[in-house]
Structures are given as structure tokens and as C-alpha cells.
């Protein structure tokens, strides 16, 4: 055959594989799609049959089986992402056995189920000896959404690369960079439904050229893990390590955790070897392991949790070393002196030992307040000491306003029996936390303003009762006189206020979302009378939030904007 006829034939070839591959671009309903992908293609390579795929451009996936999906030396951009998504229907990723997904060399990728409006979770990774998805071969930014994942032999999502003798992957050659994983569904993992980072944070011994060598793995900066819903894991439900800035954790529910009973892989979030982390508004519920983890170092943030019955079914009748079980558990390793942990805002109902064990003796200027715990398993043995356990006793924290009792009907909950922990406006809860120096937070577990009346209340809700906004000014709040006139208003409204007290103040106006429209503040305002104007001016018509702190207390007060 001539050069020119083995050059035809090849570009023959070529044309055919696009023509099958990518089809239908003409139809409406792809229109978006720069490339439309079909269901028997199981590699999509941006040096291959991808390779006019620029940031911004849209790869759609065909609905169909495939049995997996390998996503090659892909790159976005920072401003414009790759997305792929699925186009027409469920796209099945099934029957393979390593992986289902795969990211190797890629960076500002998209990977989304949402394709339709039909499906909540339009791609479905089903059925693998190993992972779901890997997030790997020095892969970064990256974003996944809208995912079922479930039945794998391994974890739901691994995101890390392994160092390696190419040192390509090692600390001071790569990081993985904003990592966002949100609105996923992860079920019936054989180990944890999300792996995030290494856990060999101090190092790890690879062999090269027959020689022993420790590393450092990679860092991760940026994670974001949110509105996940962890069914059903084998070990741990959530584990992020190796991520020593911008990590939270958030909304997400986690259901049966460490289904397998595997020693140091039992809990429903584990804040790994250094990670530093604002986890919260997570539900943890029914899982054999302890609700929260945290062996990590840094300043850590974690509340408006609310965690329901864990380790409780773990060994029931063995609720001694080394099977106790803990809703928030708080150890040394990968600690050093300087760090802190601030355990604030949680409520916590029947775990199998104690409510939080704080073992870090290294760590300083830490903080347990405003939380609920209830009925703690080893109050029979340890009594008042089972609610809040430090070991040992000198460990440097502060604690108050904790909501202690075995008696579940005691909190005033809507309805413990259906597990429903919000507040009734008559529980002793309401209006009875203390802000926390140093932490602003002005939503509760379900992202209802916090506080909602006279103060702020303890535990992971804020009762939203409209009957609280007639309460007096009382107790911790007499260091404060507020008065806003006229409210409603038009055009704008005067804010007057008396401190009794020298103390800095912050002043926030949050819509009926929930979201801050306005933010003031003030170091060290002197005793005296004071006054401000809140104008109008872009604001809409509506309900408005005022929320007005001090060092001392917080007062809640409703604006209502009128039409013009």
C-alpha cells in the first residue's frame, strides 16, 4: 500500500471513530455540546479524540452503559472549566473492576450528573472491585457533582496521588488545589465513602532502586465536601487529610458509618493528620463509630453538628477500652503546642461512651460551649464525667453553657422520637448560650439565622418560634438597650443603643435567606448612647434579620421594609 493510500485509510479510520463517538451535534437538545460522547467511548483524552476541547466547552455524555470512564490530560481554565456531564438521559458506569472514574493529568474539570433536570443524580457508578472515582495522576481543581456512587469494593472517591520513584507527587513538587464535592449520593462503599488526601501525612517509606526512601505526601488547599448524603460506608464515612488550609465540611448526612467494625477506621468524619477544618451543619446518624474524629493539628472548628446515637450499636455490651465510642472524639496525634479546637454549637444524643473525649494534652486555648448532650453511655460508671471527658484533667480548655442531661425529653426537642432536634420555644435551651469570643456564627444546623430573638440558644438549632421575638430584654442581655424606629420603614430606619459596658460590637443585616446583606463593626466602643442609620437604598422590599452582638450577649431584632 502507497503512502498516500495508508494515509487515506488512516484518516478514514480516524473520521469513522469521531462520526460514532460524537453524533448529533445538530439536534437542539446538544446544542451546548461541544463534543457529544457515546456510550460505548470509555477513554476521552485531551490528546487524542478530545483534543479541540477548550475551557469553557462542554463534553455530554451519552445515557447508557459503559464500563468505566477514563479522563485524560484534560485542562480548563480557572475562569472556564471543562464540564462533562451526561446530555440525555442516566449514564451507567458498571461492570469494570479497578475504577469506575478516573481523572489522570487534568485540572479545571467539571464532572456533573445534573445534566437534566430529571435526574438528581444523572451518572451512576455502580459495581467495582476497587473505586468509584479516582482523583488522581496529579489531577487538580476539581469539581464533582450530582453522582450516585455505590456498591464498590474500595472507597467511593479517592482523591490523591500517591507518592511514587518518579517523585512527581511528593510535597514540594505538587498540591491538589480546590477540590469541591457536593450533592453526591455514596452507598455501600467497602471502605471509606470518601478517602480525601493522604493519611501518611508525617511520611511514608517507598522502595526505589532497592533502597528504602521516606517522602512527604502532596497537600491538598481548598476542600470543599458538601451536601453529600454517606450511606452504609464500611469504614470511615468521610476522611480528609493532608489539607492544611481553606477545608469544610458541611451539610451533609452521613447514615450507618463503619458498617465493617475495622479498628481505627470508625467514624462518620475523620479530620486526618494535617488538616485544618470548619466542619459543620453535618448529620451523623446510627453509625458504629465515633460521630466526629479529629487527630489533626491547626485550629479547628467544629459545630452545629448534630449527631445521633454513635457507637451505640458497636459492642453494646462492652463499653470499655478499646471500644468505647464518643460523638466528638479529640486526640494528639499529628498535634503540636499553639493549636486549638473550638467544639461549639454541637447537640449530641446517646453516644455509646461519652459525649466529647478531649485527649489532645498538647493543644492550647480551646473551647466546649453551647452544646447539648444527651444520656452519654458511660454516665453509669463515670457520672458527670462522662458528658464533657478530659484526659488529662489539665488539659488548657474553656468550658460553658454546655446543656448536660440523661433525660432525653429534658432539652425540650420537637420530637426526639421521630429524631427531630430542633427546639420547642420552652426549652431551657433557648436564649441561654453565650457568644463565643473570637467566633462569629449567624446560622444554626438547618441555616436559620442564629441568633433568632433575645440570645443565642445552645445546641445545633436556633429555635425560629415567631413568640420569642416578644420577649423582654433580660439576663445576660443588660448590657444592651436597643431601639429601632420607625420599623417598618420606606427609606431608612434609626438604630439607637445604650452599652452599659466597654466591649466591641458587631452589627449584621441578614434577608429572609439568610444572607448577610450588611456588616458593621466596632473595636471598643466606651459606656454610653450611640446611633446609626440604615438606609435603604438597593435593599428590597421584605423581612430583614438585625442581628446585634457583644462581647456579652446578642440581640435579634426583625426589620421590615415597605414599598416606596
Known sequence: MSGLAA???????????????????????????????????TLINGHSNAAMVRGGDTI???????????????????????????????????????????????????????????????????????????????STDIEIEGLEIGNVGLAGIFAKTDPNCSFTSTR??????????????????????????????????????????????????????????????????????????ACTIHDNVILNDSKLAITYQMSGILIGGGTNASVFNNRITDGLGDGIDVISFGKQYIYNNLI???????????????????????????????????????????????GVRFTDNQSTGNVIANNIIVDPGSYQTLQEQAYINLSPATIDVTLFKNLTTRDINYPGFLDPGLKIFDLKSTSPAVNNALPVAGFDLSYDHINRPRPFAVSYDIGAYECSDSSLLDTPEHGNLTDLKLVISPNPFTDQCDVAYQLIHSTDITIRLLDDQGRMVMLRRSALQPPGKYQFIIYRESLKPGVYSLIFQTDYSAVTRKLIILNN
Request: proline share 3%; with cysteine; charged share 15%.
Open 7 to 41: 494515509y487515506r485509510k488512516s484518516w478514514f479510520f480516524l473520521l469513522t471513530f469521531c462520526m460514532l463517538t460524537f453524533t448529533f451535534i445538530g439536534q437542539a437538545q446538544y446544542k451546548h455540546c461541544k463534543l457529544l460522547v457515546d456510550s460505548s467511548v
Open 172 to 245: 514540594d513538587k505538587y498540591t491538589l488545589r480546590n477540590l469541591s464535592i457536593h450533592d453526591n449520593y455514596i452507598h455501600h462503599t467497602g471502605m471509606e465513602g470518601m478517602y480525601i488526601g493522604s493519611s501518611k501525612y508525617a511520611g511514608q517509606v517507598i522502595t526505589c532502586g532497592g533502597r528504602d526512601t521516606t517522602v512527604l505526601p502532596h497537600l491538598l488547599k481548598g476542600v470543599k465536601v458538601y451536601r453529600n448524603l454517606v450511606q452504609e460506608a464500611g469504614w470511615d464515612g468521610i476522611q480528609v487529610s493532608s489539607t492544611d488550609s
Open 60 to 138: 455530554c455524555l451519552k445515557k447508557g452503559i459503559k464500563t468505566f470512564l477514563l479522563l485524560s490530560y484534560m485542562h480548563g481554565t480557572k475562569t472556564d472549566p471543562i464540564i462533562i456531564q451526561n446530555a440525555d438521559g442516566l449514564v451507567t458506569i458498571t461492570g469494570g473492576s479497578n475504577y469506575g472514574v478516573k481523572f489522570d493529568s487534568c485540572s479545571y474539570i467539571k464532572l456533573s450528573g445534573t445534566g437534566i433536570s430529571a435526574l438528581q443524580h444523572g451518572i451512576k457508578i455502580d459495581q467495582f472491585i476497587g473505586a468509584g472515582l479516582s482523583v488522581d495522576g496529579l
Open 308 to 354: 445521633i446515637n454513635p457507637g451505640k450499636a458497636y459492642k453494646p455490651t462492652q463499653n470499655y477500652t478499646p471500644w468505647l465510642k464518643h460523638g466528638i472524639y479529640v486526640g494528639p496525634e499529628y498535634t503540636s503546642p499553639g493549636n486549638s479546637c473550638m467544639i461549639v454549637f454541637n447537640t449530641i444524643i446517646s453516644p455509646k461512651s461519652y
